[in-house]
């Protein structure tokens, strides 16, 4: 029930994800990898990536295609929603209370009419190679 936000330059696709293949030894939240119009792109499951609990077996999925570093990757979330403008200015600086976890991957909160949406900042999404190469 949170709503979770990425700057539109950064979209490049949003797509329904077909035939993932597992990746052995992949950290938990690589979900695998997919063949999408010819380019292999890593999945990332975004719910294990933000320690929600993971989806059940019969809900929908949805991935967003984003680029990093010259990679190719496929954000696993649950549904997509509108594009919306939002100013710059409205973005405020994540509440001392946030989830550490949130905190790691979020650029900010905006207010929206009756909710808050966590901006969340690609690079440190995806931040979660590091320890894998480095081993």
């Known amino acids: 029930d949170q709503l979770f936000g990425l700057p539109?330059?950064?979209?490049?696709?949003?797509?329904?994800?077909?035939r993932l293949t597992r990746v052995p030894l992949a950290p938990p939240e690589v979900a695998g990898v997919l063949n999408l119009r010819g380019r292999i792109v890593t999945?990332?499951?975004m719910r294990n990536r933000l320690g929600l609990p993971a989806r059940t077996a019969t809900e929908e999925t949805m991935a967003v295609g984003v680029d990093c570093g010259g990679e190719s990757y496929a954000?696993?979330?649950?549904?997509?929603?509108?594009?919306v403008k939002l100013p710059d200015e409205a973005l405020e600086a994540n509440p001392v209370n946030l989830d550490r976890r949130l905190a790691a991957v979020c650029a900010g909160i905006h207010q929206l009419e009756g909710q808050l949406l966590v901006s969340l900042d690609v690079d440190r999404v995806?931040?979660?190679?590091?320890?894998?190469?480095?081993?």
């Open 126 to 135: 995806l931040g979660i190679g590091a320890d894998a190469a480095a081993a």
């Open 8 to 18: 539109i330059a950064r979209v490049r696709d949003v797509f329904v994800p077909d």
């Open 75 to 83: 954000l696993l979330v649950d549904s997509v929603g509108d594009v």
């Open 43 to 45: 999945a990332i499951d």
